[in-house]
């Protein structure tokens, strides 16, 4: 069965938070000047991560044990975002976790996104499944949007999902925008050179052919 343009665009989108995680765990990135590249991944993490709960989860409450999976996605959600937090905390040297190896925490990071991507992999063929193209197709359009204006910071213990969830987005990413400022953070804010940006949802939706340099 053919991929849907929503499993293609997420596949994408998973390739590329890895290649961002690549050189956050280099040695040197614990540098000042190499902190940029932690900075990009966890931005760009929390913000998918906030996104899908917006616009996916939605619609996978609708399939069969809608409740369970998203239920399950969410304890991902949570755990990810916790272990992104200490990943940021130990970057900029928080006391209250300075005692953890980067080893561990990048470990645990790794765990949980593998477990991610399989989540959304098998919710997008679900969901390939019961939609028809044209709205998949929306929907793919309508995830890559809420990533651009989501929440730039992982918040593990505010609402995700439902009204309550989308508004605690909503104020966060006000809250989070004020917080990169005033740290001097690096994080995404011009698309069209970001990953999510250079993705190949246009070609999917076009059929036309990907640049062989792309990405």
Same mark, same amino acid.
Request: net charge negative; charged share 25%; aromatic share 6%.
């Given at each position: 069965?053919?991929?849907?343009?929503?499993?293609?665009?997420?596949?994408?989108?998973?390739?590329?938070?890895?290649?961002?995680?690549?050189?956050?765990?280099?040695?040197?990135?614990?540098?000042?000047?190499?902190?940029?590249?932690?900075?990009?991944?966890?931005?760009?993490?929390?913000?998918?991560?906030?996104?899908?709960?917006?616009?996916?989860?939605?619609?996978?409450?609708?399939?069969?044990?809608?409740?369970?999976?998203?239920?399950?996605?969410?304890?991902?959600?949570?755990?990810?975002?916790?272990?992104?937090?200490?990943?940021?905390?130990?970057?900029?040297?928080?006391?209250?976790?300075?005692?953890?190896?980067?080893?561990?925490?990048?470990?645990?990071?790794?765990?949980?996104?593998?477990?991610? %991507? *399989? =989540?959304? $992999? @098998?919710?997008?063929?679900?969901?390939?499944?019961?939609?028809? &193209?044209? #709205?998949?197709?929306?929907?793919?359009? %309508? *995830? =890559?949007? $809420? @990533?651009?204006?989501?929440?730039?910071?992982?918040?593990?213990? &505010?609402? #995700?999902?439902?009204?309550?969830?989308?508004?605690?987005?909503?104020?966060?990413?006000?809250?989070?925008?004020?917080?990169?400022?005033?740290?001097?953070?690096?994080?995404?804010?011009?698309?069209?050179?970001?990953?999510?940006?250079?993705?190949?949802?246009?070609?999917?939706?076009?059929?036309?052919?990907?640049?062989?340099?792309?990405?």
């Amino acid at each position: 069965m053919t991929a849907s343009t929503l499993e293609l665009a997420l596949t994408y989108e998973h390739a590329k938070i890895r290649e961002l995680a690549a050189p956050a765990q280099e040695p040197e990135s614990s540098r000042p000047d190499r902190r940029h590249e932690t900075d990009w991944f966890y931005a760009i993490a929390a913000q998918h991560l906030a996104a899908a709960e917006d616009i996916l989860l939605p619609h996978v409450r609708r399939l069969p044990d809608g409740r369970v999976l998203v239920t399950t996605y969410v304890g991902n959600a949570r755990q990810l975002e916790r272990s992104l937090r200490f990943l940021k905390a130990r970057q900029y040297g928080d006391s209250r976790v300075i005692h953890l190896h980067p080893d561990h925490v990048w470990r645990v990071v790794e765990r949980l996104l593998t477990e991610h %991507e *399989l =989540l959304e $992999a @098998e919710y997008s063929r679900m969901l390939g499944q019961e939609m028809d &193209s044209d #709205h998949v197709s929306s929907l793919t359009e %309508e *995830l =890559l949007s $809420a @990533e651009e204006v989501a929440p730039t910071r992982a918040h593990p213990f &505010s609402p #995700h999902t439902g009204t309550a969830g989308r508004l605690a987005h909503r104020m966060w990413r006000i809250a989070d925008n004020a917080w990169d400022s005033a740290e001097g953070r690096v994080v995404p804010t011009k698309y069209h050179v970001h990953p999510k940006r250079d993705s190949a949802l246009s070609h999917y939706l076009r059929g036309t052919p990907i640049d062989e340099d792309q990405g």
